[in-house]
């Protein structure tokens, strides 16, 4: 149980384009998802907390309005980069909490994004 | 700050050679601490939550355990499909975000 998913599991675009990354819950209803970003043997840095059908928090430093979060149910939530800069390619991870117990979450398996 | 630091970096060990991960902590008041593995390319994988101090969980060859200010995850007669980076996290009163470490890559070797 406590499935997460993430769409693409990798994608390359150009510099000023956008990308949408999906992170689904696939066996359970997230109450609360989360943004990370990884960048090569670095630790995972928190980058948005959202709820479902309320306005994402944003860590300190994170743009709002280049990482654009949406968590229109209680299993999709999307991030959407825009207008990509090449500083953005990374590895982004999504996690989620289960509904009655926010303490533990559970991740996808990343999403690589290449900004050429 | 709330902050979290794992020792050491890197860990190289021979199959068979038991030895532990060391996470230190620092925060006002914890409500649970976590270790995850990951493995190069994935998302973590969840292994163990720890609450209060003394506390201990195991997991086939891996055992957790908590102090108050740092929890060890013992190895015991390694495999080489345990190598990945193990990564330690916290989670304090108030929030539910976690802060983690910037974790510890073991590679066990045949």
């Known amino acids: 149980g406590a499935v997460v998913s993430q769409h693409p599991s990798w994608v390359i675009c150009k510099s000023g384009t956008s990308v949408k990354i999906e992170c689904r819950s696939l066996d359970f209803q997230a109450t609360t998802m989360f943004w990370y970003r990884q960048f090569p043997k670095k630790s995972l840095m928190l980058m948005a907390t959202?709820?479902?059908?309320?306005?994402?928090?944003?860590e300190q430093g994170v743009e709002k309005d280049k990482f654009l979060i949406n968590h229109a149910s209680l299993t999709l939530s999307t991030l959407t980069v825009t207008s990509a800069h090449p500083e953005d390619s990374s590895f982004y991870i999504c996690s989620a909490t289960v509904a009655g117990n926010p303490y533990e979450q559970y991740f996808g398996p990343g999403t690589r994004l290449t900004v050429t | 700050e709330d902050q979290v630091t794992q020792s050491p970096e890197a860990l190289r060990l021979q199959e068979g050679e038991s030895s532990s991960l060391n996470c230190s902590y620092t925060?006002?008041?914890?409500?649970?601490l976590f270790w995850y593995r990951q493995d190069p390319g994935k998302g973590p994988e969840f292994l163990f939550t720890l609450y209060s101090a003394g506390e201990e969980k195991e997991k086939e060859r891996l055992k957790a355990t908590l102090t108050k200010k740092e929890s060890f995850l013992h190895i015991t007669a390694p495999k080489p499909e345990d190598s990945a980076t193990y990564l330690c996290?916290?989670?304090?009163?108030?929030?539910?975000?976690?802060?983690f470490g910037a974790g510890t890559r073991l590679a066990v070797h045949p």
């Open positions: 996290a916290v989670q304090a009163p108030g929030y539910n975000k976690l802060i």
């Open positions: 959202s709820n479902e059908g309320s306005k994402a928090t944003y």
């Open positions: 925060v006002s008041g914890l409500r649970g």
